[in-house]
T-cell receptor
């Protein structure tokens, strides 16, 4: 069946360090979406990438969609304590929608 | 703006009991979704409704039923609750099918 895996599962960084999470799908996705979930909260949409090889930036966050539309990455430059949470990639395949397993980010002040 | 509203926020059930989780959105979205979230497994789609009057199975539909009551409301029913259904349930909506979703605050359900 469809699988969307993310690595690493957990990441602890010192405040100011960079952070990257990688998302890999077993099948092609028509688009990739990224969400952030704060502890005890609900997922909040961050961004959507549609085109093969697309790169988008939101302040300190850089998102990439792979050429084959099966992988993606999120890079945070100079992490802050407000970046704490779990980051999920997600995307549709056919008429189904799949979330990745998530990467939990802890930022140590 | 309320967005997506889920009720109840917490619930404890006994095995075999039935329950309906309610979800309503006020954003005039066409599509609505039900997910469950378990530790280490991300969110898994249970059922979705691409538009009013339609419902489709997601990845993990067994043990659940849904009703798209109208454009605003999408309910999830557990007919005979089992301990394996202990989870956090999220409802979400999007303007059109499979596009970026807005989530409710979730229902934390425990089945003993």
């Amino acid at each position: 069946g469809q699988q969307v895996m993310q690595i690493p599962q957990y990441q602890h960084v010192q405040e100011g360090e960079d952070f990257t999470t990688y998302c890999n799908s077993s099948t092609t996705l028509s688009n990739i979406q990224w969400y952030k979930q704060r502890p005890g909260g609900h997922p909040v949409f961050l961004i959507q990438l549609v085109k093969s090889g697309e790169v988008k930036k939101q302040k300190r966050l850089t998102f990439q969609f792979g050429e084959a539309k099966k992988n993606s990455s999120l890079h945070i430059t100079a992490t802050q304590t407000t970046d704490v949470g779990t980051y999920f990639c997600a995307g549709p395949n056919g008429n189904q929608f799949y979330f990745g397993t998530g990467t939990s980010l802890t930022v140590i002040p | 703006n309320a967005g997506v509203t889920q009720t109840p926020k917490f619930q404890v059930l006994k095995t075999g009991q039935s329950m309906t989780l309610q979800c309503a959105q006020d954003m005039n979205h066409n599509s609505m979704y039900w997910y469950r979230q378990d530790p280490g497994m991300g969110l898994r789609l249970i059922y979705y409704s691409a538009s009013e009057g339609t419902t489709d199975k997601g990845e993990v539909p067994n043990g659940y039923n849904v009703s798209r009551l109208n454009k605003r409301e999408f309910s999830l029913r557990l007919e005979s609750a089992a301990p394996s259904q202990t989870s956090v349930y999220f409802c979400a909506s999007s303007l059109v099918d499979l596009q970026p979703q807005h989530f409710g605050d979730g229902t934390r359900l425990s089945i003993l």
